[in-house]
C-alpha cells in the first residue's frame, strides 16, 4: 500500500462548478501537507502549504486537513478553463534536522470544460 | 519569486553516456533536491543536498550521482545513461528545513 493514495482521475467538470480533489495516508507522522498544481510541460507550482489540522483559504483555493481521518483536500471555487492541470498532494513529517522529504500523491489529471 | 532553473528542457543522450543535469536557483536556499517523474509512478526522490558538499539518497539513487560544489548549484550525474533513466527530471529547492520546495520546470530526457 502506497504512503500517500490520490486517484489520478481523469476528472472533467463545467466551468463555475465547485472541484473537490482528495488525497488519503496512512503515516500518522505527517505534520505538512502541501498541493502545487502542474501544468503540461512545467514543473509542479505550490499552490497551499499548512501545518497540522484545520482549513486555509486562499483566494478561490481552500486546503483542508482531517488528520483522525488521515484525509487531505483542496476545494476550487467558480473553477476556470486555466485551472485545469494536474494537482498533486505532498506531505512531510516534522524533522529536527536536514531537509524536509516530501511523500508525493500521484497526482489528479482535472480538465474545465467551457 | 522563488527561481529555480534547470539548464536544458529537452535532452537526447545514447545509452553510455555519462549525462550532466544542471539546476541553479537564486534564493540562497539550503536544501536542493532532485526527483524524477514517471506516469504512473509520480515523483520520486533521487538525492537531495541540506548544504554545501553534503548530499543524501533518497528512494531511487542507483545509477545516479550529485554533486553541489556551491550553494546555488546541484547537478545531477548519470554515470553510464540507460534507456530506463528516459523521464522528466525535476530540480526543487527550500529555503531552510520544513519549509516549501519549488520546482523548475524540469528536463525531459530521452536515452536512446
Known amino acids: 500500500q502506497k504512503e500517500v493514495e490520490q486517484d489520478p482521475g481523469p476528472l472533467s467538470v463545467p466551468e463555475g462548478a465547485i472541484v473537490s480533489l482528495n488525497c488519503t495516508y496512512s503515516n500518522s507522522a505527517f505534520q505538512y501537507f502541501m498541493w502545487y498544481r502542474q501544468y503540461s510541460r512545467k514543473g509542479p507550482e505550490l499552490l497551499m502549504y499548512?501545518?497540522?489540522?484545520g482549513n486555509k483559504e486562499d483566494g478561490r483555493f481552500t486546503a483542508q486537513v482531517d488528520k483522525s481521518s488521515k484525509y487531505i483536500s483542496l476545494f476550487i471555487r467558480d473553477s476556470q478553463p486555466s485551472d485545469s492541470a494536474t494537482y498533486l498532494c505532498a506531505m512531510s513529517v516534522v524533522r529536527l534536522q536536514g531537509a524536509q522529504k516530501l511523500v508525493f500523491g500521484q497526482g489528479t489529471r482535472l480538465t474545465i470544460n467551457p | 519569486d522563488v527561481k529555480v532553473t534547470q539548464s536544458s528542457r529537452y535532452l537526447v543522450k545514447r545509452t553510455g553516456e555519462k549525462v550532466f543535469l544542471e539546476c541553479v536557483q537564486d534564493m540562497d536556499h539550503e536544501n536542493m533536491f532532485w526527483y524524477r517523474q514517471d506516469p504512473g509512478l509520480g515523483l520520486r526522490l533521487i538525492y537531495f543536498s541540506y548544504d554545501v558538499k553534503m548530499k543524501e539518497k533518497g528512494d531511487i539513487p542507483e545509477g545516479y550521482s550529485v554533486s553541489r560544489e556551491k550553494k546555488e548549484r546541484f547537478s545531477l550525474i548519470l554515470e553510464s545513461a540507460s534507456t530506463n533513466q528516459t523521464s522528466m527530471y525535476l530540480c526543487a529547492s527550500s529555503l531552510i528545513d520544513n519549509q516549501p520546495q519549488h520546482f523548475g520546470d524540469g528536463t525531459r530526457l530521452s536515452i536512446l
Open positions: 499548512t501545518y497540522s489540522s
